[in-house]
Each structure stands twice: as C-alpha cells, then as structure tokens.
C-alpha cells in the first residue's frame, strides 16, 4: 500500500465487477427506478431523475468505462453521489460497508479497460470477497457535455 | 455589533437601489420637461434631497465615492433649484452619467469590491464640476467645494491640516450660512460645536450672498471622530458637512484626502465602528441624523434645515417612491421611521428557499392525489366525502400560499422602464434622430427574473426602433409625417402571461431590402419568392442585418435572434408585425417562471409536458387533411397548410391513424401540428431545471415531477420546431 486508503466504502456491482464509493460521497441509496431518457444524451447519461426535489443527471458507470452496456431501459438501483454536485450513479446492485482494514490496494498495470479505468481515478482494492475498484467521484462524470450539442458542466476545483 | 452593522449596511445598499431608480425616474423627467418654457421644480427638489441625504448615509458607510459623486450632483441640482444655471442637454447628459456611476459603485460595494469604479468616479466628478464651472457666473459667490476651501487656507492652516490627515484624522467642511444681522452668536454656537468634534484650522470665507443678504461661512476642521456624529451636531445649528473624495489634482493637500480612511486611525481613540453603529441605531430608534431646525430662527435655510422640511413632504408627493416601497433608502434614514413598518425587505434566496419548498409541498399534494384516488375505491362513503373535503381544503390552502409566494417575486416594470427610456434617448442622441417615447403599463408586475432577463431585450428593441424604425427627420418630413418620430412601450397582462409590445411610426419593414439581403447572403434560393412571413422571420437569422455598417448601436447582426433566445428561455414568443404603420415587436412572457401549466403527450413510449402557453389545442387529425407525401408535409387547416412534425423523425403517411391524435402548437404568430400517439391530462407542473450537470438541453426547456412519482421532461417548443431556429433537435431519438 503506498497511501492511506481512507474509506469506509460502499460498494456495488455493475455486471460482475465489484466498485466502491466513499461513504461521504454517498447520499442515499434508491430504489429501482427507471430514468428517463434525455434527447441527445451521451451514452454515459442514462437520463434524469428527480431526488428530494431536485433533478438528478443518471450516470450509466459501464457506459462511462466503455464497458458492455446492459439493457438499458431497465428499472435499477441507484446510489446519489454528492460531489461535485449531486448525480445519480446507476448500479446493478447495491453491496456492503466495507472498512479499511478489509481492503489493500493493488497496482493496475493492465491495459485496456485497466487502463481507462485508472485515467478515470480508478483505484484497485483486493478484499477477501475479491477486487473492488474504488472510484473518485469527481472523476465518474468525465470532461465534456452529458448532452450531444449542450453546454459541458462547470468543472469541479479538485 | 459588527452583525449590526453589516446588516445595516446591506439594507442600505438595497435602498439605494430605488433611491437611484427614483433618481433616475427624476433624471427622466427633467429631459421630458427640460425644452418646455418652465422646467418643473418638483423634480430638482428631489434630486437635490435624494443626493444630499445619499451623500451623508454613503459617508457614513465609508462609501466614499459613492459620497463624493451624490455630493457633485447635488452641487449641481443646489445651483439649477437656485436658478444659477439652467440645464441643458449635455449638463442632463453628464448627470445621467454620475447616476450610471452611483448604480456601478453600488454594485461593486454589494459585492465587496469598493474599490473598483474609483476612477470612473473621479472622471465623472470632474468633468460634473467642471460642466457646472463653467456655467456658473464668475462672481458667483458660492464656494462648495472642500478642494478650494482647502486651497483658500493660508499655507500654515493648510500644514495643520496635513497634520491632523497624517494622523488619520477626518477631514471636513463645514458650511452654513447666516443671516447680516446678528450672525454672531449662531456663527459661535456652529464653532463650538465644530471644536467639541475636532480641530479648526481655518474659516474660508465669509462672503455675503448678493441675493438674501446671508454670508455664507466655510469652515475647515478636521477630528478623531466620526463625520457623521458631527453631521449630528452642527445639522440642528445650520451647518452642513462637505466632504470631498473627488481627488482633484489640483487641491494642495489632495493626496492626504484620497483614500480618507472613514474610521479614526489612532490608538485610543473611539472605537469608531462601534460609535457607527451606536449612531445608526439611532436612525432606527431615535432622531434622524438630518434633524429640522424648524424653532430655530434661521432666515436663510440651509439645506440641511431644508431637508428636514421636503423630506416630510416626500412620502407624500409622489406615487411611484410609496408603490416602490415608501421613501427611498437616503431619504428614509433622515425622515424618521414611519415608512419603516410598511415593508419589509427580504432576500431573493429566503423567496427562492420557499419557493423550492412549496413546489416540494405541490409534488406532496400530487402524491397525495394519486394515493387518495385508490383510496376512494375502496373506503365507504362517508370517508370519501371527508377525504375529499379535506383535500380540498388542502389544495385551497397550497394555492393560497402559493398565489402569496408568487407575490413576493413579483416586482413592477417601472425601473426597467426608466432603464428603457433611458437607452431610448441615448439612442435619439446617437443617431441624431428627434423621437419620443411613449411607455405605457409601466405598473404592470411580473417575476423578478423575469424582469432581469427582459433587460437586454427590451434595450435591443428599443434600440432597435430608433434605429431601423424611424426615419430621419427629413425623410419623414417629405413623407408628410409629423418630424418628432414616436416610439410606444407598452406592458399588458394577460391571464397568466404579460405582453410588451414595443412599436414605432417609422417607414415599417422594406421587404424588398429584406429580400435582396436574404439573397445575397444566401438564405434564400433565388428561385423562390418567399412569403412576408418568410422574410421576417430572416430577421431573427443570426448576423442578419439591413445595416450596410455597424454603427454605435445597431447593425452587428447580433440582436433580434438573442431577442428570440430570451424569450424562448422564458417560455415565451416574440412576434413581429408590420402594421399600417411602422413596426411592432410583440414579446409575451410568463407571469411566473416556477409553477405553470402543461399537456401531456405521449410519443415513442415517453412521456412529455408541452407548456400551454405553446399549446393552441389538441386534436384527432383526419388522414385526408394530412399531406405527408413531400418534404415540407402540411395539414390543412382552415384554408391554412400548417407544417407537420413529430417528435421523432419526419412523419410518415404509414403511421398515420385514422383518427390521428395530435396537438397544433402556437410558436409565435406561427402554427405547427405535433403528430403524437397519445394526448394526456392538462396538468398544473412545478417547473424544475434539468440540474447543474445537465445546463442546456436542446429542445427542453426543464422537467417535473408527477404525483405517480414519474419525471417527464418539459419541451420547449420554439426551439424544437420554429424554422427560424438553428438548431433541429430530434427529441424522440
């Protein structure tokens, strides 16, 4: 391990890879819902939802890594994400706590999706239960606009 | 305390906003009246008022600028009430430009940059001092100003005086006039007053007024103290505090005046925040800082004894102060506390938070609707009739609330109007053109952010009209028409929405000139005759211009389309109409951005609100009236072939219905038919934005939530279908 690990972490799976998300950058699990659909949305936008009266952009997380993309007009769970302001994070299914002592961080030295993973803020974890990658939230919505022909987000100060 | 004080200050700052919208109104007026044979007093009356009470409080504040710019305007107005000088158009101009210079120093101090605008200020000061120095008589016998106070000193006083600055001291004026006879003791009584203050280090002048046999005293001092305790003291003796920021090179001891620090510098001497702040309770609680002196026996007002006099008569004299909130913030902290309880002042955040809110309580209610529809199939009668009743009573409730919140955000047009008429002859100035303007409905009350984004088109428009509108005076003179153009601004409300109609009496649209410039640029095909409504519409093109070249105001190309994009982000249309005369732009806004109605469409399995305002009617549209075979597929409508669209891709003859659901849009003064698969319920939606990730969506304008917990997207119609608009969104897709 070459830094802290900080945490606790959530964790949740998008097809059969396991991800996890600081607690503190977690503000609420949801139900299923379905999001609707936004004309002209990036394949990282799964649409929009509403959450305590406001509008939540939904990020599809596969999408994002160019990974096979599920069927996409399911209803799925989703975790709200506080930073850098709040979204929706569309998960196949939420897991567990996790503590810092039930991980250890692993190099990614791989390519491919490796690697577009860690240019995304990725880091790898090994916990008894397998790999998780950790992911830095100020980074799952990428540069650019979510909308084909819109304005891109103010970006967040790291 | 220094909460207090903050507090204090920022409502002071929100009340010099109307005070320079009053100014400005005032300012408006002036140039109205100014060419007739007898200018009205009423209106330099209160400017004078208004700039001397803006220049004490903004001292006070440690607004220094702000302070020396009210003080040069009020210079001027002293000398137009006395009859010293008369106005004149670039005098007019010049003090339209010290009010534009209040307006950005205000700006800057509400968002803590004072120090920005200082040399705007500086400049307008002096060329304002110089305008009215060169008017003035040159045996005029007034002497306002503290630099040629100062420079009267003899050089021994003028050291003193660079002393006490070098120590931090406050450097003043103070100036009073007395009457021939018997001046000597309220001459005294003013000097002992000064020296319980602070230091005299010289008396300037002592000149006899040719006019009322006064002699008018300066007296230059300096103290420890705050300025405005002495304001205090010597105001019910007949003196008046000058203070001068303006930074004229020329004064001797200027570069120890600029930059006066408004708070005393040495250790040990009174805390003078907190003396401050002690002193503005007392506008609250107790006498005003500008007290009458009306059982002294004074012969020869002064102007702060005649402040006190034409403040009481403020409140009363004009309309538009009281409808904007009773007494401007300046005049309210010198005329006591009687207009205090009448309003209230409120952050826009605090209205906003609520509104956020009641639109939560609104998707509650919904919920509640939806919940209790199920219910009442299955409860017995009796519960039924409570549930509703209660229900009922609840929605009657929220629309109370929120008819009341709406209220709140409700502000009339008459600033922007000023701002407008403003703009108006700036532009007769500029393109030598003699006009006038005709604004009308001026009271008529709309949402505050509303108001804020009609700002820039209006100003184009009436912009606009003056330059494209109205003829020269000499064109029109050959035409017969009167010489004076006219321009009409007018605000209406209409259900739910406002029109403002701006119109001119010009030469109305050249359509061949409109024709010959589409072509050449071209928009149009040469082969095409193009309908008047075609050839209006390229106005709203973007770069489109009939300018051969830019000029001052107008012929950029940049205007009429930005014109169309305000209006669609408001949810409102823009229409233009050549009339029997001249032109006539239409513009039509909500009332209220937040809670509005929409029709539900259903369309390639989604659902979407289209806003009512957008909505002609729905209908079942009859395969024989629909021609979809050619590119451009109409439907035909009383003897109108009105375009055809759909959500998705072009309409299709194969899809069509025999009884084809449908809803005919209004875009302006144009109709489009929406092919839809399902028509649903009129709804009343509280209007969302997409959020901060999802800034502009083509073609949707924000989203809802349903009672069923569903979120549907809002369309935003103009920019889906209008020809004119650059950019076909396909929203189905």
Known sequence: ?158 | MAESFDQLRAEFLAETEDTLQNLQQDLNELGETMDLDTVPDAPIDRVFRTTHSLKGVAGMFGLTRMSAVSHSLESVFECLRRGDVGLDRELLDLLHRGNDVLHALLAAAASGQEGQEVATASSVIAEIDAALASRLPEDHGVNRSVAEALASLDPEEQQSVRRARELGRNLVVVEATFPEEGFETPFRDLLTAIRNWGTVHGTVSGERRPDDSTFLVQLVATGPQEIFSLMKIVGPLGGEVLIDESGVASDPIDEAVDDVPVAAADAGEPDAELMLEAELQELIDGPAFAPAAPERAAPAPTAGAGDAATHRRAGGDRDRTERSGGESGALRASGGKSTRSSTLRVPVERVDRLMTELGDLIQAKLHLDETADSLLETTDRMSRTMLKQSLRSLDRHIRTIQEGILGVRLVGLDPLFQKLERAFRDACRVTGKNARLIARGETTELDKEIVEALTDPLLHLIRNAVDHGLEPEADRRRAGKNPVGTVELSASTEGSFTLIEVSDDGAGIDFDRVLKRGRDRGLLDDDVTPSRRDLLDLLFHPGFTLKDSATEISGRGVGLDAVRDSAAKLGGTIEIADGEVGTVFRLRVPISLAITQALEVETGGQSYLIPLSHVRRALHARPEDLDLTSDDPVFLLDESAIPVRTLTDRPRPEQVRASQPAVLLGLADRRVLLLVDRVGRRREIVVRSLGELLPDVPGVSGCTELGDGRTLLILDPIRLFDPGWQRPVEVGA
Not at chain 1, 87 to 110: H, K, Q, S, Y
Not at chain 1, 129 to 151: A, F, K
Request: net charge neutral; glycine share 12%.
């Open chain 1, 1 to 158: 391990m070459n830094r802290p690990l900080g945490g606790p972490w959530i964790t949740f799976s998008c097809g059969d890879t396991d991800y996890a998300l600081d607690v503190f950058d977690v503000l609420e699990l949801l139900p299923a819902r379905t999001a609707t659909p936004v004309p002209g949305g990036t394949d990282r936008l799964a649409g929009i939802t509403t959450w305590r009266g406001r509008t939540l952009a939904v990020i599809d997380w596969p999408a994002t890594l160019k990974a096979e993309r599920d069927t996409p007009d399911l209803r799925k769970r989703m975790i709200v994400v506080r930073r850098p302001s709040p979204f929706a994070l569309r998960v196949d299914a939420p897991g567990r706590i996790v503590g810092a002592g039930e991980l250890e961080e692993l190099t990614m030295e791989g390519g491919g999706a490796d690697r577009e993973a860690r240019d995304q803020g990725v880091r790898l974890l090994r916990s008894r239960h397998g790999l998780v990658r950790v992911l830095d939230p100020r980074r799952i919505l990428g540069r650019g606009s979510l909308v084909v022909g819109g304005e891109a987000p103010r970006e967040d100060p790291e």
